[in-house]
């Protein structure tokens, strides 16, 4: 199942839209109640100067009714005055007093206490008094005759502000829900409509084609972030695409080249010696081993039986890899072919090898070279029995020879020859040596690969290592002694990447 396929619906209360709603839902509603706690301040303070306004207006209005009633003892007119004033459904208590604080007429409910939020709020504006004057001019002046007295009713009042306040309150949340819908259709329509458009263009991309997704197109988008968005997804894709397409080519060329590394390689595993063939060189025991460290090897090694003996050869290529390879093949078949020719002369085989590998490198356009050792081999049978000679040419590693006695010699290859392909000519550097072998004895070669592996420390295995493993097997057959230095150098390594070929001939007189 796709990736497209198995993906779920989001649900409603994990979506962007509701999220955003919840959030402006809150933040109006708290501007809201803030904003409705000032207006309700506002409002109490507003109603308290309203109270006190209207109440003095109230009072001066009726001050010469209340006047003439207190000054004639007019019990008739000074009822008709309390029973106006108690009419007001904020009064609570009138009272008409003449001159000598005696009640005229009064007016009335049962006292009764408030609480104290509504005796915070209004209990300092509910009791009011005025004099009466007869006489007076303004309000000024005149005979005092009595007085006049109300007190209002603090639960009306607080129950008038209440509703009042439940207004301004319902207004309030009214107002929150229209912003937040506003504000949320606002916020859909601008973002999270344009946002799920791209989630569906992104979900119906072809995972093997992202440069040809379906990029969408938002009207009033194109300057801006989401826009922007948009473009650098598209560069995104197309980058993807790009990069997929380099790693298609790369792909198709890897395994072009693994296909000719492949063959290159069992070209190279093909002209090595056979175990038929070692098997059948007249006074030698031989054992052979190659691992190369890429997929195709540097080192060369070859042993050509031929009328007269045995050549044996010896190589390596510097570097490693399928160029490397190259140069090692293009050696065994130009040795190969030297033999094949009859040429005895060593010097003249070296000239020709190095001539013919440093012409083709020249055309390959390639800095290799390689060390290279022939050593000729004839079995000789006198009165004292069945002998080896060895002839040995070319500059390469040294070659260990170990007497059934246990001696050992090492040959240093330093003044038989120079690298092979290195210079244009290079018959003046290369000369042989002769080497008599008994029964018994053993002549091990070997490439770099083998003395310089190296452990975990950066440790070489030496020289001085192998020396001492082909000494303490010499008695034992060429194949058991062969498998003591690899299994030896393998110990060595431990864990350590192979980063050089390991190449080893060992020869024994028979």
Same mark, same amino acid.
């Given at each position: 199942m796709s990736e497209q396929q198995s993906e779920r619906p989001i649900p409603f209360t994990s979506g962007l839209t509701f999220r955003q709603a919840t959030v402006t839902l809150v933040i109006v509603l708290l501007l809201g109640l803030l904003a409705g706690f000032v207006e309700l301040v506002t409002d109490w303070r507003s109603m308290r100067g309203e109270i006190r306004q209207q109440t003095q207006s109230t009072l001066e209005l009726v001050r010469g009714s209340a006047t003439e009633a207190a000054y004639q003892f007019n019990d008739q007119l000074a009822g008709e005055v309390v029973d106006g004033l108690f009419a007001n459904p904020n009064i609570r208590q009138v009272m008409l007093h003449d001159n000598f604080d005696?009640?005229?007429?009064?007016r009335g409910e049962p006292e009764r206490s408030a609480g104290p939020l509504v005796t915070r709020l209004f209990g300092d504006i509910t009791d009011y008094r005025i004099e009466l004057r007869h006489g007076a001019t303004g309000g000024v002046g005149g005979e005092l005759v009595g007085s006049l007295e109300i007190r209002l009713d603090e639960e009306a009042i607080a129950s008038s502000f209440m509703e009042r306040g439940l207004v301004i309150v319902l207004v309030g949340l009214v107002k929150a829900l229209i912003i937040s819908a506003l504000v949320v259709l606002i916020f859909y329509f601008m973002i999270t409509r344009p946002l799920l458009g791209l989630h569906s263009a992104i979900n119906r991309i072809d995972p093997t084609r992202p440069g040809d997704w379906p990029r969408p197109r938002f009207r009033h988008h194109e300057k801006d *972030? #989401?826009?922007q968005i948009v473009n650098g997804l598209d560069r995104l894709m197309h980058a993807f695409q790009s990069v997929m397409g380099q790693r298609d080519k790369a792909r198709d060329e890897n395994a072009r080249l693994g296909a000719e590394l492949d063959v290159s390689r069992r070209i190279q595993h093909i002209l090595l010696p056979s175990p038929e063939e070692l098997a059948a060189v007249q006074g030698l025991e031989i054992a052979t081993y190659m691992e190369p460290a890429d997929e195709v090897g540097g080192d060369y090694y070859d042993i050509l039986n031929h009328?007269?003996?045995?050549?044996? =050869?010896?190589?390596?290529?510097? =570097?490693? =890899?399928? *160029?490397? =390879?190259?140069?090692? #093949?293009?050696?065994?078949?130009a040795v190969r072919t030297l033999l094949a020719t009859g040429e005895a002369d060593i010097v003249r085989v070296m000239q020709v090898l190095n001539s013919t590998i440093y012409n083709n490198v020249q055309r390959m356009g390639s800095g290799k070279n390689l060390t290279l050792a022939l #050593?000729?081999?004839?079995?000789?049978?006198?009165?004292?029995?069945?002998?080896?000679? #060895?002839?040995i040419s070319g500059q390469h590693e040294t070659v260990i020879v170990v007497r059934r006695d246990g001696a050992v010699e090492v040959i240093d290859t330093d003044e038989l020859g120079f690298p092979i392909g290195l210079v244009e000519e290079m018959a003046q550097f290369v000369s042989e040596l002769t080497l008599e072998l008994e029964q018994g004895d053993v002549v091990v070669l070997y490439t770099d690969g083998i003395t310089e592996a190296a452990? *975990?420390?950066?440790?070489?295995?030496?020289?001085?290592?192998?020396?001492?493993v082909v000494r303490e097997h010499c008695r034992e057959s060429p194949e058991y002694i062969k498998q003591a230095i690899i299994d030896d150098v393998k110990r060595h390594i431990g864990t350590q990447t192979l980063y050089d070929d390991l190449t080893l001939v060992i020869l024994k007189q028979r």
């Amino acid at each position: 199942m796709s990736e497209q396929q198995s993906e779920r619906p989001i649900p409603f209360t994990s979506g962007l839209t509701f999220r955003q709603a919840t959030v402006t839902l809150v933040i109006v509603l708290l501007l809201g109640l803030l904003a409705g706690f000032v207006e309700l301040v506002t409002d109490w303070r507003s109603m308290r100067g309203e109270i006190r306004q209207q109440t003095q207006s109230t009072l001066e209005l009726v001050r010469g009714s209340a006047t003439e009633a207190a000054y004639q003892f007019n019990d008739q007119l000074a009822g008709e005055v309390v029973d106006g004033l108690f009419a007001n459904p904020n009064i609570r208590q009138v009272m008409l007093h003449d001159n000598f604080d005696g009640v005229i007429a009064e007016r009335g409910e049962p006292e009764r206490s408030a609480g104290p939020l509504v005796t915070r709020l209004f209990g300092d504006i509910t009791d009011y008094r005025i004099e009466l004057r007869h006489g007076a001019t303004g309000g000024v002046g005149g005979e005092l005759v009595g007085s006049l007295e109300i007190r209002l009713d603090e639960e009306a009042i607080a129950s008038s502000f209440m509703e009042r306040g439940l207004v301004i309150v319902l207004v309030g949340l009214v107002k929150a829900l229209i912003i937040s819908a506003l504000v949320v259709l606002i916020f859909y329509f601008m973002i999270t409509r344009p946002l799920l458009g791209l989630h569906s263009a992104i979900n119906r991309i072809d995972p093997t084609r992202p440069g040809d997704w379906p990029r969408p197109r938002f009207r009033h988008h194109e300057k801006d *972030e #989401l826009g922007q968005i948009v473009n650098g997804l598209d560069r995104l894709m197309h980058a993807f695409q790009s990069v997929m397409g380099q790693r298609d080519k790369a792909r198709d060329e890897n395994a072009r080249l693994g296909a000719e590394l492949d063959v290159s390689r069992r070209i190279q595993h093909i002209l090595l010696p056979s175990p038929e063939e070692l098997a059948a060189v007249q006074g030698l025991e031989i054992a052979t081993y190659m691992e190369p460290a890429d997929e195709v090897g540097g080192d060369y090694y070859d042993i050509l039986n031929h009328a007269d003996g045995v050549r044996i =050869g010896i190589g390596d290529v510097t =570097g490693h =890899g399928l *160029e490397s =390879g190259v140069v090692m #093949l293009m050696t065994q078949s130009a040795v190969r072919t030297l033999l094949a020719t009859g040429e005895a002369d060593i010097v003249r085989v070296m000239q020709v090898l190095n001539s013919t590998i440093y012409n083709n490198v020249q055309r390959m356009g390639s800095g290799k070279n390689l060390t290279l050792a022939l #050593l000729d081999y004839k079995p000789v049978i006198d009165a004292a029995g069945q002998r080896g000679q #060895l002839r040995i040419s070319g500059q390469h590693e040294t070659v260990i020879v170990v007497r059934r006695d246990g001696a050992v010699e090492v040959i240093d290859t330093d003044e038989l020859g120079f690298p092979i392909g290195l210079v244009e000519e290079m018959a003046q550097f290369v000369s042989e040596l002769t080497l008599e072998l008994e029964q018994g004895d053993v002549v091990v070669l070997y490439t770099d690969g083998i003395t310089e592996a190296a452990d *975990e420390t950066h440790r070489l295995y030496g020289e001085q290592r192998l020396v001492e493993v082909v000494r303490e097997h010499c008695r034992e057959s060429p194949e058991y002694i062969k498998q003591a230095i690899i299994d030896d150098v393998k110990r060595h390594i431990g864990t350590q990447t192979l980063y050089d070929d390991l190449t080893l001939v060992i020869l024994k007189q028979r």
